[in-house]
């Protein structure tokens, strides 16, 4: 896949419709229904520059922003953003402002902005798979800095005007 047709496939993301919880018990739901996440291989990976997934992602959040202003939402939602390790994946999820938290069970550390976890995706060395090699080595070091060290997490506010 080269770029261009990578990048239409993001339309696909960025057009999505999320669900919109009315309830604490919709978490769940919200979690299931409004999370997306992107992979790439290595060659894309190099001829992507961070401010073109930054600009995939702004997009993402005012398509969202739109929906939630034609839904007559009466709360906020909460966007949040963060780069998987294990599965090489930039991933971000869309849950309701009700929620006293974000949903992870581990440590996380919320960023100011999302460019570090962004550059994390796309200098990540094994967007094509990790050598067989490598795993009981590399592989097991970064685990373990993963363990000790927190998750980053862009948050963004998404509020009803």
Not at 53 to 80: P, S, W
Not at 100 to 114: A, G
Request: proline share 2%; charged share 30%.
């Amino acid at each position: 896949m080269n770029k261009k047709e990578f990048l239409k496939e993001l339309d696909e993301i960025i057009e999505d419709i999320m669900f919109i919880g009315n309830d604490i018990d919709d978490l769940e739901k919200e979690i299931s229904q409004n999370t997306w996440s992107i992979s790439m291989s290595q060659q894309l990976a190099n001829e992507f520059a961070y401010g073109e997934i930054r600009t995939f992602i702004g997009n993402v959040i005012t398509n969202r922003v739109e929906q939630m202003t034609k839904a007559d939402c009466n709360h906020g939602m909460l966007f949040y953003v963060w780069f998987d390790w294990h599965s090489g994946r930039l991933r971000f999820n869309l849950i309701s402002d009700i929620h006293t938290r974000l949903p992870f069970k581990c440590k996380i550390e919320i960023v100011e902005n999302m460019d570090s976890i962004i550059n994390e995706f796309l200098e990540y060395p094994y967007h094509d798979g990790i050598p067989f090699e490598e795993v009981n080595e590399e592989v097991e070091e970064n685990v373990e800095d993963l363990e000790e060290n927190s998750l980053h997490v862009f948050l963004y506010e998404m509020k009803i005007t």
